[in-house]
Each structure stands twice: as C-alpha cells, then as structure tokens.
C-alpha cells in the first residue's frame, strides 16, 4: 500500500512565522496535493503538484507557497502564518490525474497563536 | 450555491441498521464519484469510487450514482460500531486534477 507521511503531527506556531510543513509518499505517485479541512467546509485544495518543480494553484492559494524538489517530496510554506490558517493539512497523492484522489497522509493540525 | 452539498450529521444509528450518506452537486462534468472514510484524528481513506452512472457493490457498502438527478448515494449494509465515522463524497472530471468534497457527514453506529 501506498504510504503517504506527513511529518508532524501537531503544530504550534506563533502569528507571523514562516512555517513548513512536510509530506513524502513512497509509490513513486506523480500528483501531490496539500488541503486544509475545516469544519463545514470540507476538504479545500490549496496548491496540487502534477511533477518535479511543477505546481498549479488550487482554490485557496493566498497565503502559502509550495515546492517539490523531488518527486516523492511535497512541501508547504505560510510564508508569514496568521490565525486564520489555524486548521487541519491533508497532504495526498495519486497516480492518476481526474481518477480517485489517491492515498491521504494522517494530516497536520496546525495551531497559530 | 457550493459545487457539492452533504448533510453534516450527524447520523446516529443502531448497530445493524442500513445506513444512507447522500451527496448533491452541480457540475455535469463530474465523471468519477468518490466515497471516503475518515476516523477522528485520521486522514480520509479511499472507500469505494465510481465512474459515470450506476451502481458498485463492495461488501457491506454500495456506491450509487444518478447522473441525471445530480445525486450520490452510499448504503451501509449491517452497519457496526466499527464504521462510526466522518463520510465524505468527492467528485472530479475526468483528466481534470481538482477533486471536489462534500463538508462530510458524521455517523454514529450505536452498540
């Protein structure tokens, strides 16, 4: 199975920092995604990656920035974090563009205060 | 209006009863129809999809679609304490990368 990690867990994060979050999948997949979830508002996609050093924008993209140096690595920046980026972080990735969305990661919930 | 529209719950039901998530939307061009689980503190697992209209069977689950209505079902047969968890839909077109997510809807199987 394919294997999606997110390296923390949980966050704490002061107003203003940059802060990064960090995903790796090990199936050699083409297609990264980064959402947040928050309660009511489901799963909303912020950037999506379709190959190394290729990034589209999702829906809500203000505010963060992304970079894949590497195929099975997938990172997003707050490039200056504020409360309203307080949420759930789902990374995914899928083989497949427009087929099933692939495998999620076990998110990061990020808190800034 | 949003693209895709789910009930948010929360279901609660006894253990055995047939379970009924329900989704909506408005895109035509939505071609794949997707179900995914999620336990508290988890991310979403993929459940079931679906491509086009009609019907999949998996088990205990079942995934409809109905094309012309804009509508999306998912039963759980015999439901247990074990499925208690948050259901989402999700929809995309087909070569498109953004999939679509219902807000989710939470169950609770009763023991």
């Known amino acids: 199975d394919v294997k999606v990690t997110q390296s923390s867990r949980y966050l704490v994060k002061r107003t203003g920092e940059k802060v990064f979050l960090e995903c790796v999948q090990d199936?050699?997949?083409?297609?990264m995604f980064w959402y947040r979830q928050d309660p009511g508002l489901g799963l909303r996609l912020i950037y999506f990656?379709?190959?190394?050093?290729?990034?589209e924008k999702g829906d809500i993209p203000e505010g963060y920035s992304v970079s894949r140096e590497k195929k099975e690595r997938f990172s997003l920046i707050l490039e200056s974090a504020s409360t309203n980026q307080t949420s759930m972080y789902l990374c995914?990735?899928?083989?497949?563009?427009?087929?099933?969305?692939?495998?999620f990661g076990s998110g990061t919930r990020l808190t800034v205060v | 209006q949003k693209e895709v529209e789910q009930d948010p719950g929360p279901l609660s039901v006894p253990e055995g009863a047939i379970v009924s998530l329900n989704c909506t939307y408005s895109?035509?061009?939505?071609?794949?129809f997707m179900w995914y689980r999620q336990y508290s503190r988890k991310g979403p697992e993929l459940l079931m999809y679906?491509?086009?209209?009609g019907n999949k069977e998996d088990g205990r689950f079942t995934a409809q679609v109905d094309k012309s209505s804009k509508y999306i079902s998912l039963f759980i047969r015999d439901s247990q304490p074990s499925d208690s968890a948050t259901y989402l839909c999700?929809?995309?077109?087909?070569?498109?990368?953004?999939?679509?997510f219902g807000a989710g809807t939470r169950l609770f199987v009763k023991a």
């Open positions: 199936m050699d997949h083409e297609n």
């Open positions: 995914a990735s899928s083989l497949n563009a427009g087929s099933a969305s692939g495998t």
């Open positions: 679906t491509y086009s209209s």
């Open positions: 999700a929809m995309s077109e087909t070569g498109g990368f953004k999939t679509i």
């Open positions: 990656s379709y190959d190394v050093k290729m990034k």
């Open positions: 895109n035509s061009a939505f071609q794949y």
